[in-house]
């Protein structure tokens, strides 16, 4: 199993399986990020390279949250705010 750090200093490409697969749920992250780090550099060099992006889909009850997490991305990475899921 890999840490959300490790999944995200990694170079591979990052999927809602691959989070599902290492535990990392949206309450982990607001847990483990929000409250001990902030969201500073949470997506900081994400999906920087040619034709890469990270699509951050959400919950009704966390669109503010992702908008705010997108908002700490790095200038080169392509991080955008995917759907609505229920």
Not at 27 to 40: A, C, R, V
Not at 53 to 72: G, H
Request: no cysteine; proline share 0%; aromatic share 10%.
């Amino acid at each position: 199993m890999m840490t959300l750090e490790e999944i995200l200093q990694s170079d591979i490409l990052i999927s809602f399986e691959l989070l599902k697969e290492n535990g990392i749920t949206l309450e982990y992250i607001k847990q483990n990020y929000n409250e001990t780090l902030g969201w500073s550099n949470i997506f900081n060099s994400t999906s920087v390279y040619s034709g890469t992006k990270f699509t951050v889909n959400y919950t009704s009850d966390a669109s503010s949250l992702v908008d705010e997490m997108i908002a700490t991305k790095s200038e080169s990475s392509n991080v955008i705010k995917g759907a609505l899921v229920a």
